[in-house]
């Protein structure tokens, strides 16, 4: 007869006492379901969640930083030569982080509006509300006619984008621009389709934008060279793409919504066309400027070069994975330059994500009071029933049984009614579990919504923000409860770890005791 | 009959509020093998602390002891104790939660010596053997009776085939029959399977029925029968 044999006949044969331990075990495995459920599902929810988000990161200008740097200033030259001399992205750092394993694509970007002149836009259907041409009237009396911008340009260094690699938008006739077209500065675009059929465009036709609003140009400006013609360049179209994006017409903003918001009027293009366009007009409108407005002039500005053209105001980098991201941020921080950062909008997730971490925080709390709870209780429990079995353990001594036998029967026992109290838990455990973060976790939303009764916010939907919009609703809609294998180990190894520790001291009241000093004691 | 027990010079004390306890003196014996010794004396003589000690279930302070020759130093107690010896308590000391044929099989499992394959039907037999039946032997510890539960005690002494079975005062609880029942038992070990039995008692019945009396005193061996 083994000790495990031993141990197997002692909890079925005291029957009550063992059924007694098995009732404390179930309860203490209820709490830890509890813990480790409501923690676990809220960690869960977070999981899925980032997993439906884009896995995108940005490179980006950390203007908090910036202003906290200025805010120290007290000089005010140096205040003001900080406020001009903004830090810019570095290309260099920007591509090298591009070449990130983790790196799908990405988008090294300048964007801007510009104005449709051969061809119009894509009607959003709030036109009442907004119209392309808007009049005003000047001091004179007259009515002057002005153009909003309608189109919106999205540049990249390389011949991808983000949008056309998860497929948001697909070529659905020609091609994209390739890497021959960037290096050449070449004017050429990809429209969608419903801007091509609108205006009934197919890939070889040409259409004209302009960088300004036309109707403002007057001969002051024509004096320098800044003609209508001179601010308007012709594209040739050398892809047609569909797109899934669209405006949601029965968002709150709809209304007042501009066509250049509207993804069927953004038109793709090589960052280097922008680049030269934009340049160009730069060194003409500088000219105007500081003849127009020589006060104004500032000799101490380093002239303009085609390089500052080139840098990026956005560097979005698609990551193979969600789970990836935090991994790529660490990865790459160190390579970046002062007053720059790259953003994985953690803190709007980490903002609605609060609530389940604040569950999850007293849910892991409640383990570990339960857990010390525990083994304190079974250890007194096993140190008092130890007392009540002196004699068995010095017969067993007097037999020649090896102490480490003694405390693995003891050890056994104890697993044994864990294992029942504990399994019994399960089923019990995810029921509480479940209600309980769900209660906790409706009263937590209810009392956000109250706090921000307070506030009327407005929000634009920038098209240059990849990060994808989570709100708490589709995070808590995450939330659930279940008896998953992970669940189910780790609350046999805290049983485990439990009965481990609660036999570690009456284990050195066995390892102490001498068959004589028992036996004597008991006779 | 050649030596199986040899002390050579036993002395145990301790320390007890300062003072030094001297419990046995310089105690020397031979004990021959297949004898029934009984170690008589009035209390605090140290027949207890001897037994304990000769049982291995204690150490002295200084002296040898030697089983069959070998030092039991060298051969470790808890070895001793597995393979050389069994031992049967006043209060009878049987697991409880465990039947009469499961206490001997505890003994079975933890020797190192050679048994029979067939540990059950050993313990049946030694069961029966000592007078337990074995409708009785299937029943729990608590549902035999004292002289039943020594028997059992005796029985699970035998179970690791020892040559030594130790008794602290084995009739102390029970009544002047079973008493008569047990020591008659414990003649028939040493008569018919050679077995050296050393009993601690304060019974003069049980004494006489031994091969051999030993008498002590404030931690000496005084006399012997």
Known sequence: MNFLNRAYKNVTRRFTKSILL???????????????????????????????????????????????????????????????????????????????????????????????????????????????????????????????????????????????????????????????????????????????????????????????DLSSIDSNYENFGITKEFLTNEFEIVGIYNTNNDIDPNSQNFKYAQPYESPKNYIYMPLTTLGSIQYEQSIKMEEYYNSMYPSYGDT????????????????????????????????????????????????????????????????????????????????????????????????????????????????????????????????????????????????????????????????????????????????????RVSVNPILIAEIYIFGLGVVFIAILIPSVMIMRLSPKQILLSTN | MSTILKLENISYGYIDGGFKRDILKELSYDFQEGKFYTILGPSGSGKTTLLSIIAGLDKQNSGKIYYKGEDLDKLGLHKYRRNAM??????????????????????????????????????????????????????QINKLSGGEQQRVAIARSMASNVDLIFADEPTGNLDSKTELEVVKLFQNLTEKYGKTIIVVTHSEEVSKLSDSRLFLKDGKLIDIE
């Open chain 2, 86 to 139: 069994g031992i049967v308590f006043q209060s009878f000391n049987l697991i409880n939660y465990l039947t009469a044929l499961e206490n001997i099989l505890v003994a079975m499992n933890e020797t190192d010596n050679e048994l029979p394959k067939n540990h059950k039907e050993l313990a049946y037999g030694l069961l029966n053997m000592v007078g337990i039946v074995e409708s009785k032997a299937d029943r």
């Open chain 1, 300 to 479: 101490s500005v380093e002239p303009q070069t085609i390089d500052n053209y080139l840098i990026p105001h956005t560097v979005v980098l698609l990551i193979d994975d969600p789970l990836n991201v935090d991994d790529f941020v660490a990865r790459n921080a160190n390579r970046l330059e002062q007053y720059t950062r790259l953003n994985a909008n953690n803190e709007t997730f980490k903002s609605i994500s609060k609530p389940l971490d604040t569950l999850s925080f007293f849910a892991n709390v409640i383990v570990w009071i339960v857990g010390i709870n525990a083994i304190v209780i079974i250890t007194l429990v096993t140190a008092l029933t130890l007392k009540t079995r002196e004699s068995e353990i010095g017969v067993l001594l007097s037999l020649g049984v090896s102490k480490v036998k003694i405390v693995a029967q003891l050890f056994v026992e104890l697993l044994i009614v864990a294992l029942l109290g504990f399994t019994l838990a399960i089923g019990s455990g995810s029921l509480i579990a479940g209600s309980v973060g769900d209660k906790v976790l409706q009263f937590q939303q209810s009392q956000e919504e109250s706090d921000d009764d307070d506030y009327f916010s407005y929000s634009y939907n920038d098209p240059t923000d990849y990060f994808s919009e989570v709100s708490q609703e589709d995070l808590f809609s995450e939330y």
């Open chain 1, 22 to 212: 098995a009732v404390t075990f179930f309860l203490i495995g209820n709490l830890v379901i509890l813990g480790l459920g409501v923690s676990q599902a809220a960690e869960n929810a977070k999981l899925l969640t980032r997993q439906k988000m884009r896995a995108v990161v940005t490179y980006e200008i950390d203007y908090q930083e910036y202003y906290n740097y200025i805010n120290t200033l007290t000089d005010q030259d140096e205040i003001n030569d900080a406020y001009n001399n903004y830090p810019r992205l570095n290309k260099d750092i920007a591509l090298e982080i591009s070449k990130d394993e983790d790196v799908k694509t990405f988008n090294y970007m300048t964007t801007n509006v510009v104005y449709s002149q051969n061809f119009t836009n894509v009607p959003l259907g709030n036109e009442e509300m907004n119209n392309m041409y808007n009049t005003y009237t000047d001091e004179l009396g007259n009515v002057i006619e002005y153009q909003s911008p309608n189109i919106y340009i999205f540049t990249n260094i390389i011949p991808n984008m983000i949008e056309f690699e998860e497929g948001t938008n697909q070529i659905v006739e020609g091609r994209f621009y390739n890497q021959q077209e960037i290096d050449s500065y070449a004017n050429v675009v990809l429209v969608s389709k419903e801007l091509a059929e609108v205006n009934n465009l197919r890939v070889g036709d040409s259409i004209t934008l302009s960088t300004q």
